[in-house]
C-alpha cells in the first residue's frame, strides 16, 4: 500500500528556515518521480518542486526558486524540501505527491495519485 507521510511544518519568522520530510512506505522510491506542492488558504494547489526517479533532475517554481531545495535518499526511502528565506507568502499547507507510475517523470497536480496527509508551515512575525 502505497504512503506518504509528511512532517517538519511549524511556525518560523520571515527570513527563516524550515525543512520538510516525505516518508514513503509501500512502494521503493528509487523508481518513482516525488513532487511537492502547497496550498494556501482559499487558493488552488499549486506545485513547487519535484524531484524525478533514477536521475534526480530537479524542478522549481519561479516563486521558490533560489530558496527552495528538494533532495531525496533513497535508501531511507525520504524526500527534503529545505527552505530558506521564507516568506509570509509561503504560508500554506506542504503535501508531497506521486503518480505511483514507476519511471514516469509526471510531476503536475492532475496526474498524482497518491498524496500525504500535509503539513502546516506558517511564516509570520
Known amino acids: 500500500q502505497v504512503q506518504l507521510a509528511e512532517s517538519g511544518g511549524g511556525l518560523v519568522q520571515p527570513g527563516g528556515s524550515l525543512r520538510l520530510s516525505c516518508a514513503a512506505s509501500g512502494f521503493t522510491l528509487d523508481y518513482y518521480t516525488i513532487g511537492w506542492f502547497r496550498q494556501a488558504p482559499g487558493k488552488e494547489r499549486e506545485g513547487v518542486s519535484c524531484i524525478t526517479n533514477s536521475d534526480g533532475i530537479t524542478y522549481y517554481s519561479d516563486s521558490v526558486k533560489g530558496r527552495f531545495t528538494i533532495s531525496r535518499d533513497n535508501a531511507k526511502n525520504m524526500v527534503y524540501l529545505q527552505m530558506n528565506s521564507l516568506k509570509p507568502e509561503d504560508t500554506a499547507v506542504y503535501y508531497c505527491?506521486?503518480?505511483?507510475?514507476?519511471?514516469?517523470?509526471?510531476?503536475?497536480?492532475?496526474?498524482?495519485?497518491?498524496w500525504g496527509q500535509g503539513t502546516q508551515v506558517t511564516v509570520s512575525s
Open positions: 505527491a506521486t503518480s505511483g507510475v514507476a519511471g514516469s517523470k509526471a510531476c503536475v497536480k492532475r496526474l498524482m495519485r497518491y
